[in-house]
């Protein structure tokens, strides 16, 4: 019985067979030929794998920045807290969060067959990091196994039914369909953006409608506009701590100026592919999940990963990331200055982009370019008071975890889980 759970928990980990089978069970449902069951089924498993490649391609980018902003604000030691590790809870804690994963499946499964809440979250690895991070709260309560076990089941099927549903009105603005909803830790920070975006943004122009020269015109290309952006941050980043100091801080072999043009190549490339995966993927998954709606849970729709919005809103997405890096880094100086956290904060350049790069197609949706813009500035600031408020909760177990990957909904529910599992006897 372990082996067949252990084996189903794999699939759901891996995106690309998760849905891969989520495209087959609807072509099937929908009575398609062998070939079109076949090529459907391929591509959407295809589209996944090269959406996958081209986010790793992206993290890898961005990732030695946060060092170099480490050493840009003189931070020597980024160490927040003693804590058991990712690795330490996932061997630990690895069938609880399992079993938690599964079950809260099963309830959206349930509670989309039955109630008008109409989405099923397949956002597949974001169904193993939610149960993790509620995992993690529970042991920091004191949980019994079983405690454990019914905590993490509850608060995960509440996440994946909740978060998606409040971001729904806000994606339809941005895709002008109901044909999917997002399923990804973006919400709290998207509805921040949307929310701003209706209140100080202008809903005439909108940040895929910026002009360029003719002579400039080849910056229309987001390839070729996110790599000169992403060479521009590194650029920035060296100049000001020094040339020296940032070939050593971002692990650079080369010349710095020629690593800065390599990292925002690698970072266009990356963009590329990703939205390449994109639209592969959509084009199959989308009619495929109709047989399942059809057959089985009538009017539903799939919520899906974060980077499925950004071929809506490509300059929007960069515009989130530097306005969110900008506004973030200087919170964390602020708060650093007036001693608000007694633990160090450091630049989380992923949630910036993905989760804030979100944000800020969200609030082009609802304001125009000052959407995005005002509420990428605020969504970077509220992202390190999230990690502040979350680190103390996590902190003899996750806390080097959710300071890397915070910032977003993981902070602000384990935030929220920490007052349910006080309820709990012993908790």
């Known amino acids: 019985m372990q082996e067949v759970m252990n084996f189903f928990i794999e699939i759901i980990r891996e995106p690309a067979i998760f849905l ?3 495209a087959l069970t609807g072509l099937l449902l929908l009575k398609k030929d062998f070939s079109s069951i076949v090529s459907g089924t391929a591509k959407t498993v295809i589209g996944v794998v090269i959406l996958t490649q081209g986010t790793n391609i992206l993290m890898s980018s961005i990732a030695p ?16 807290a003693p804590a058991l590790g990712a690795d330490t809870i996932l ?37 193993f990091w939610f149960p993790f991070i509620f995992v993690a709260v529970g ?28 971001l729904r009105p806000f994606v339809r603005k941005v895709t002008g369909s109901d ?19 209706m209140l100080f943004g202008t809903k005439g122009k909108s940040s895929e409608d910026i002009k360029f020269p003719k002579s400039t015109e080849f910056l229309r290309e987001i390839s070729i506009t996110s790599s000169i952006t992403m060479f521009l941050v590194y650029i920035v980043v060296s100049m000001i701590i020094g040339f020296e100091t940032a070939s050593v801080a971002f692990g650079a072999d080369q010349n710095i100026v020629i690593y800065s043009v ?54 929007a997405v960069l515009i989130g990331f530097i306005v969110s890096m900008v506004t973030s880094v200087a919170t964390i100086f602020l708060t650093g200055s007036l001693g608000v956290f007694s633990f160090v904060i450091v630049p989380l350049t992923i949630t910036c982009f993905f989760e804030i790069g979100t944000a800020a197609i969200i609030g082009n949706g609802t304001g125009g370019l ?27 177990t996750a806390a080097d975890w959710i300071v890397i990957f915070g910032g977003n909904d993981f902070s602000l529910w384990a935030f929220l889980g920490d007052l349910v599992a006080k309820i709990f006897p012993g908790g």
């Open 139 to 166: 042991v920091e309560n004191a949980l019994s196994n079983t405690q454990l076990i019914l905590f993490a089941s509850i608060m995960t099927a509440l996440y994946i039914i909740i978060a998606p549903a409040l």
């Open 65 to 80: 920045l946060t060092e170099g902003f480490n050493v840009m604000y003189d931070i020597d030691n980024p160490e927040v």
């Open 370 to 396: 000052k959407g995005a813009i005002a509420g990428s500035a605020v969504a970077g600031v509220v992202m390190i008071f999230l990690v502040g408020i979350s680190v103390p909760i996590l902190s003899g």
């Open 91 to 127: 061997s630990q804690y690895g069938t609880q969060i399992g079993i938690a994963m599964l079950a809260a499946f099963v309830i959206n499964l349930l509670v989309a067959r039955f109630t008008p809440i109409k989405h099923v979250f397949l956002t597949g690895h974001m169904l």
């Open 262 to 315: 390599m990292q925002g190549i690698l970072f266009g490339a990356g963009l590329t592919v990703l939205l390449l995966g994109v639209r592969m993927m959509l084009a199959e998954i989308i009619p495929a999940f109709q047989g399942i709606s059809q057959k089985w849970i009538p009017n539903a729709v799939p919520a899906l990963d974060a980077p499925i919005l950004f071929p809506f809103a490509p300059n």
């Open 179 to 197: 044909d999917f909803i997002i399923g990804h830790p973006t919400t709290i920070l998207s509805l921040i953006a949307g929310w701003v975006g």
């Open 20 to 22: 891969g089978l989520i």
